[in-house]
């Protein structure tokens, strides 16, 4: 039996992963010693928040390309920097996404607003206090991610170029998350393609594709055909991505996967799972189907009511295959990127650890 062989962007993970976290507990420790009183407090709770385990997905593949792409140019310890402006924005949009989706908890711990709500409450008569200041404490990640990156030594001309793609970044994910809002617990049966149009400016472009785009522009290249062929390569990547943890959402074991597999169908979520659900049935079994969705409480009966008739269409066989498509879409575009072998090697990293579910 041959031993498995260990995965190229674990093992990146594993060495950049940490680099990431110290960076961003040696800004807070300088925030924090230059500070006193709430200003002080804040920052901590900021840290603590940043620093919760996660896979850090976006940083490092910020990073895998710019090294890449960098070749032995690469300024690390700068790009480390740019990786953790990178990860403080994306604990930005989980403090939003938590107060959105009235989220208690986030990796495992408390969510901010719950945080703020413990700590600040004997402030103040306001019931909403703990929201209100998790949502500025979100706009502070989003001032100083700025600060780091206008920190940073790159050249001028890569830095302009990286920070049109930050600000696209963002725009663009803010779009998807209205979309989101406004189709979760829909008043009516939306369009199907209206899921993939969630998951495509929600998520895709901001896992995959900007994170690529980012660290190609940075190393201080700008080939517009190389733009091109990242986008196809990392688009699909990004879709299968989102549709593996809308499965994962419903079907997943919770012990296995971390996440609940019911919290998509209690936050009443149009997903690419309920959109082929949609599909596949009746117009009057889909304004039941709906109905059933957008309650604002659902006991257990409902929840496996949902899972029973997104099984009986083929929604998770129907999700499984879309995925492997776009795996496969995937690891052929990659083969077009002009890096090295040892940087396709890692790619398909990221590849597979999408690919298995």
Known sequence: ????????????????????????????????????GIRKQLYLDLREYCLRPGKRIRPLVFLASFIEYSRRNAKIDEAIKIATA???????????????DRAMLRRGKAALHIVAKKKYSKYSHNQLIGTDIAIVMADILFAVAIEIISESKFAPIAKDSFLRIFSETYERTAFGQILDILY???KFVPPVEIAAEISTEKTAYYTMVYPALMGYVLSGRNDANEIEKIHDFALPLGMAFQLRDDVLGV????????????????????????????????????????????????????IKYIKKIMSEVGAYENSIHRIDELISMARVKLHRLSISKK???????????????
């Open 343 to 357: 940087g396709i090697a890692l790619f398909e990293g990221i590849i597979d650890l999408i690919e298995m579910i």
């Open 1 to 36: 039996m041959k031993p498995k062989m260990s995965n190229p962007f674990e093992l990146f993970s594993k060495k950049y992963s940490p680099r990431i976290d110290e960076t961003i507990n040696l800004f807070f420790h300088r925030k924090i010693a230059a500070s006193t």
């Open 184 to 186: 979760s617990r829909p």
């Open 86 to 100: 990178l990860e403080l924005m994306h604990s930005f949009l989980l403090i939003q996404d938590d107060i959105i």
């Open 251 to 302: 079907f997943g074991k919770s012990k296995k996967t971390g996440k609940s597999s019911v919290s998509d169908i209690q936050e009443g979520k149009f997903t690419l799972l309920v959109a082929q659900t949609l599909a596949a049935i009746s117009k009057k079994e889909a304004k039941k189907f709906i109905k059933l969705l957008s309650l604002p409480q659902k006991d257990s009966s409902d």
